[in-house]
Structures are given as C-alpha cells and as structure tokens.
C-alpha cells in the first residue's frame, strides 16, 4: 500500500467514525459502490431497504442527499407557483393567444416534471442498487422534458415571425423529443463510459442534443438581418447566459469539484451535485421568465413582426 492509498484509507475510516458517531447515517465503505455520490462524498448516506414512509420522513433530516432533494422540490413549488401567475397574470395582461397559453404552459410542465422527477430520484434512489436504476431512468426522462421545454419556448419565440421554419423546428423538435425519450429505456444505458470517467454515453447524448441549440441561435440572427439587429443585440445575452450557466452546472457534475480536492468535506454541503442543481434550477427560472418577457414585447408591438421580415429580407444570408 501505497503511503497516499494509506492516507486516503485512514481518513476515509476517520470519517466513517464521525459519522457514525453522529448519527444512524453510513459511511460510502457500508455500501456497494452504487449508491455512493461519487467516490469522493466518504459520509452522510441514508441506509438501504428501508421503507418508502422512511424516505419521506428523511425529507426533513439532514443527510448527503437533502440539499438535492430540497433544490428540485422548491423548484417544483416556484414552478407550480409560476404556471399560475403565467397563465393567470401575465399573459391576460398583454392579450395572449391560446397558442402563447398552449406554448408557455407547456414549457412550464416540462420544467416541473424536470424538478419533481429529479427529487423523487433523490429521495428513493438509495434504497438498493435495482431502485436506484429505475429512479435515475424516470430522473433521466425528467431532464429530457426540462430540455424539450427550454426549446419549445426558444423556438417559439425565435421563429415568432417565420411560421414555416417555425414548423418545421418544431417537427425537429419532435423527433428529438422521441430519442430522447426512449434512451431510458436501453438496458446499457449505465454501462458505457468514457475512458474509465463517470461521463457515459448518455451524457454524450445530452452533450450532443445542447448542442443541437446553437443551429437554430445562429439561423434566429441570420433572419432578423445578422448581430448588429437591436432585437438580436437585447435576446442574444439572455441565450449565452442560459447556456453559461447550463454548462456551469455540466462542469460541476463532470469534474466532481469542489469535493475532489478535499475528499470528505463536502459530503453535506457544497458538493458538485448540489452546485448542478442549483445552477439548472437558475438557468430554468431565468429563461422561463425571460421568455415570457420576450412574448409581451412581441405582443404589444403590431408592427414587430413587419420590421422583422424587412430587415430579414435585406439579409446577405439566404434560405
């Protein structure tokens, strides 16, 4: 053994010892490599078998998953809150159609059931290994719909003059709703990864799909007459921000900072998956409202859509 794999060993134990001192809460070397966090979370896990009432009531205790569970259950309230005030408020205040009611509520429900799937996952993912797979499948499908309803509303807005690209982006939208809908139903979907990393090849896929964002952002510039557009330069912020801090939130996850550097200390608070969390929950909010912001300027102006088309018309770019 080598002195830093006897080092990493006894602080490892160090911490099983505190913890257990603490509380019924076991120690990552108590149970199979699973239902860790990752390898660097050493303390703070909820014991397995237990009962589903169990996992309720520990909601409300503090262990390595509370802060995960709390994120994506008040993100659910916000935007349980939020599908009322759209719907109710906002958009009666500036004569919405049906089709804006159809697209925001839409866009709404996907990012709910993006939050609750995340938390009940949270809750009941520890109950054995067989349980943890099935709640990360229905997790997985939970990202899928907080994505598809942060493109319907950037497609819908986007595209608010060009109905016939809006159409078909929308049939594009479908399809990939589709893909991504069935990729947790493959049965390697948690097998493969990428040289020896925790980044596999459904990350890849998510990687590949918010991606799949910037050809409809570039197309959006090209058809309002290119960046120096007044309506491009005041929306086109609000697109690098979403994406800032979506792949602020990735690089939490992926690279297991800050609890990497310092294994042990962040087993309750501060580690990469509570900073994941946080970060998509702020990009969901800031686009959402943003989105409904951009919908009631459109609305209130007749004569927006008459300048778009002209300006696009004197576009260099061609479709």
């Not at 589903?52 to 994120?71: C, D, G, R, V």
């Not at 493959?186 to 090849?201: E, N, P, T, V, W």
């Not at 990687?207 to 090209?222: K, L, Y």
């Not at 690089?251 to 087993?267: C, N, V």
Request: with cysteine; net charge neutral; hydrophobic share 45%.
């Amino acid at each position: 053994m080598t002195k830093g794999t006897e080092y990493e060993s006894k602080k490892v134990a160090a911490n099983c010892h505190n913890s257990r001192s603490r509380s019924h809460l076991l120690c990552k070397t108590q149970l199979e490599r699973e239902l860790w966090v990752n390898e660097f979370v050493y303390t703070g896990y909820r014991e397995p078998y237990q009962s589903k009432s169990a996992y309720l009531k520990s909601i409300i205790e503090w262990n390595n998953e509370t802060i995960n569970i709390w994120s994506h259950l008040l993100g659910f309230i916000y935007f349980s809150w939020f599908f009322y005030d759209a719907n109710i408020n906002s958009l009666p205040r500036f004569a919405a159609l049906i089709s804006d009611h159809i697209v925001v509520s839409l866009c709404i429900i996907g990012a709910q059931i993006c939050m609750l799937l995340s938390a009940t996952y949270h809750i009941f993912g520890c109950a054995s290994v067989k349980e943890r797979k099935r709640w990360l499948r229905y997790d997985i499908f939970g990202i899928s719909a907080g994505l598809i309803s942060i493109y319907l509303s950037g497609i819908y807005l986007a595209f608010f003059c060009f109905e016939e690209w809006r159409t078909n982006y929308f049939t594009m939208l479908c399809g990939l709703f589709i893909f991504i809908t069935y990729l947790p139903s493959r049965s390697d979907l948690f097998d493969a990864k990428i040289y020896g990393s925790r980044i596999g090849y459904l990350h890849l896929a998510y990687i590949i799909i918010a991606a799949f964002g910037i050809c409809p952002t570039i197309h959006w510039i090209s058809l309002h007459g290119g960046s120096s557009n007044s309506h491009v330069m005041a929306w086109l912020p609000n697109v690098f921000i979403l994406y800032g801090l979506l792949g602020f939130g990735f690089t939490f996850y992926a690279t297991m900072i800050p609890e990497r550097f310092i294994p042990g200390m962040f087993d309750v608070i501060g580690c990469s998956h509570q900073w994941w969390h946080w970060l998509i929950l702020a990009a969901m909010i800031f686009w959402h409202r943003a989105g409904i912001e951009l919908l009631g300027m459109m609305r209130s102006m007749p004569e927006f859509c008459h300048h778009t088309t002209s300006s696009s018309n004197t576009s260099f770019v061609a479709y």
